[in-house]
T-cell receptor
Framework: EAQVTQNPRYLITVTGKKLTVTCSQN?????MSWYRQDPGLGLRQIYY???????DKGDVPEGYKVSRKEKRNFPLILESPSPNQTSLYFC????????????FGQGTRLTVV | GQQVMQIPQYQHVQEGEDFTTYCNSS?????IQWYKQRPGGHPVFLIQ?????EVKKQKRLTFQFGEAKKNSSLHITATQTTDVGTYFCAGTGGSYIPTFGRGTSLIVHP
């Protein structure tokens, strides 16, 4: 089954404790991206990757890191989480970027206390 | 930078009434996509529009792309409770980065 898998689905952590949210897709897609969703603000792009070892900032990259060492995986790293990073995070992948259908993961609800 | 405004933010309707959400971009778009997110779920792709003036239909849903490729709309005829959710547009201009509207949450009262 074609899918984008995120883990964990829920995470509560403390300020400053490094964490990684994993994202994996099994569709051989080139383009992957991370979004955060906050009430009233819709989906805002954090980082995107057009292929292996190619990443770039989206609209709200501050406080986040990503890596794309393999085509299928695109982890999101929060080196020192802060409460304003409490949000619902979605990973998405698409075949060729923003002109093809994006498949979203199930989401990760992160709470930073 | 590119901005995509989506209105209204919320829409309450009685089951059977029609519903429309609108997206307007500050710049000309190469394409626009529409997604639906059910409560507690993740966004799911509905459709992509590419051509100026394009109109596409999916059963009770009608999608339009403006002649100037700066606006789009989604119209649902005779809403049903299964239509409940948040509808997002996502426009792509010259930056290759899709910009999502803030979404319109549709609430259908039986």
């Amino acid at each position: 089954e074609a899918q984008v898998t995120q883990n964990p689905r829920y995470l509560i952590t403390v300020t400053g404790k490094k964490l990684t949210v994993t994202c994996s897709q099994n569709m051989n897609h080139e383009y992957m991206s991370w979004y955060r969703q906050d009430p009233g603000l819709g989906l805002r792009q954090i980082y995107y990757s057009m292929n292996v070892e190619v990443t770039d900032k989206g609209d709200v990259p501050e406080g986040y890191k990503v890596s794309r060492k393999e085509k299928r995986n695109f982890p999101l790293i929060l080196e020192s989480p802060s409460p304003n990073q409490t949000s619902l995070y979605f990973c998405a992948s698409s075949l060729q970027g923003s002109n093809t259908e994006a498949f979203f993961g199930q989401g990760t609800r992160l709470t930073v206390v | 930078g590119q901005q995509v405004m989506q209105i209204p933010q919320y829409q309450h309707v009685q089951e059977g009434e029609d519903f429309t959400t609108y997206c307007n971009s500050s710049t000309t778009l190469s394409n626009i996509q529409w997604y639906k997110q059910r409560p507690g779920g993740h966004p799911v792709f509905l459709i992509q529009l590419v051509k100026s003036g394009e109109v596409k239909k999916q059963k009770r849903l009608t999608f339009q792309f403006g002649e100037a490729k700066k606006n789009s709309s989604l119209h649902i005829t005779a809403t049903q409770t299964t239509d409940v959710g948040t509808y997002f547009c996502a426009g792509t201009g010259g930056s290759y980065i899709p910009t999502f509207g803030r979404g319109t949450s549709l609430i259908v009262h039986p």
